[in-house]
C-alpha cells in the first residue's frame, strides 16, 4: 500500500465518504456481499471505517470484525467507532499487509477500495488466501479500476476463483 496518508488528506477522504455513505449506505453494500450472523470479516484497508457499524449489526454480537490498515488515523476512527457503539467484537490491525491472525480463521476478507492502492497486490492476496477458512469469500469493489482489471488481477494468482458479479461489489471464493 501506499504510506499512510497526512492528516488533512484522511479528514478530506473521511468526510468525502461520510457523503457517500448517506447516498449509498454500506449496508447494501454488505448485504450484496453476503455478510451473515456469526462471521469473521477481515475489512483489509478500513480507512475511517464506514463499514464497521454497518457490519456489526450484520455480524452480531457472535460475529468478530478485524479492521486493518496502514494509516494510524484510520485505527484511531475505527477505535472511536467501536467505543462510542459499545461494539466489543471489532479489532483493530495496524499494518501494510500481514495481519497476524491465525490460519484459516476468517469468513470473508472485504478488499473495498484498496486494491488499486497495492503496491504488491500477489503478497497480500496470499496473506488473504493464508487466512480465509476454505470456501472463505474475498468481495473486492474498487471504484479506481474496470471491472475486468479488478477479476484478473485477483484470479491471476490463482488463489482464487470468480463466484459472484454484483452491482457493487464481486465476490471470489478461496481455492
Same mark, same amino acid.
Given at each position: 500500500?501506499?504510506?499512510?496518508?497526512?492528516?488533512?488528506?484522511?479528514?478530506?477522504?473521511?468526510?468525502?465518504?461520510?457523503?457517500?455513505?448517506?447516498?449509498?449506505?454500506?449496508?447494501? &453494500?454488505?448485504?450484496?456481499?453476503?455478510?451473515?450472523?456469526?462471521? @469473521?470479516?477481515?475489512?483489509?484497508?478500513?480507512?475511517?471505517?464506514?463499514?464497521?457499524?454497518?457490519?456489526?449489526?450484520?455480524?452480531?454480537?457472535?460475529?468478530?470484525?478485524?479492521?486493518?490498515?496502514?494509516?494510524?488515523?484510520?485505527?484511531?476512527? &475505527?477505535?472511536?467507532?467501536?467505543?462510542?457503539?459499545?461494539?466489543?467484537?471489532?479489532?483493530?490491525?495496524?499494518?501494510?499487509?500481514?495481519?497476524?491472525?491465525?490460519?484459516?480463521?476468517?469468513?470473508?476478507?472485504?478488499?473495498?477500495?484498496?486494491? @488499486?492502492?497495492?503496491?504488491?497486490?500477489?503478497?497480500?492476496?496470499?496473506?488473504?488466501?493464508?487466512?480465509?477458512? &476454505?470456501?472463505?469469500?474475498?468481495? &473486492?469493489?474498487?471504484?479506481?479500476?474496470?471491472?475486468?482489471?479488478?477479476?484478473?488481477?485477483?484470479?491471476?494468482?490463482?488463489?482464487?476463483?470468480?463466484?459472484?458479479?454484483?452491482?457493487?461489489?464481486?465476490?471470489?471464493?478461496?481455492?
Amino acid at each position: 500500500m501506499e504510506k499512510p496518508q497526512s492528516k488533512v488528506s484522511f479528514t478530506g477522504m473521511s468526510l468525502i465518504f461520510k457523503a457517500r455513505d448517506l447516498l449509498k449506505p454500506r449496508k447494501n &453494500v454488505l448485504k450484496e456481499a453476503g455478510i451473515q450472523v456469526g462471521f @469473521h470479516v477481515l475489512d483489509f484497508g478500513c480507512g475511517p471505517g464506514g463499514y464497521i457499524l454497518p457490519l456489526a449489526r450484520l455480524t452480531g454480537a457472535s460475529g468478530k470484525i478485524y479492521a486493518l490498515d496502514v494509516n494510524p488515523l484510520a485505527i484511531l476512527s &475505527v477505535k472511536a467507532i467501536a467505543v462510542k457503539n459499545k461494539l466489543d467484537n471489532v479489532t483493530t490491525i495496524l499494518s501494510e499487509r500481514d495481519s497476524g491472525l491465525p490460519d484459516a480463521s476468517i469468513d470473508m476478507v472485504l478488499l473495498y477500495d484498496v486494491l @488499486h492502492h497495492l503496491a504488491s497486490p500477489d503478497d497480500v492476496l496470499t496473506e488473504l488466501h493464508r487466512v480465509l477458512k &476454505v470456501g472463505g469469500i474475498l468481495s &473486492v469493489s474498487d471504484h479506481h479500476m474496470q471491472k475486468a482489471d479488478i477479476e484478473s488481477k485477483i484470479t491471476a494468482v490463482g488463489l482464487f476463483r470468480s463466484l459472484k458479479k454484483g452491482k457493487n461489489v464481486y465476490n471470489f471464493i478461496k481455492e
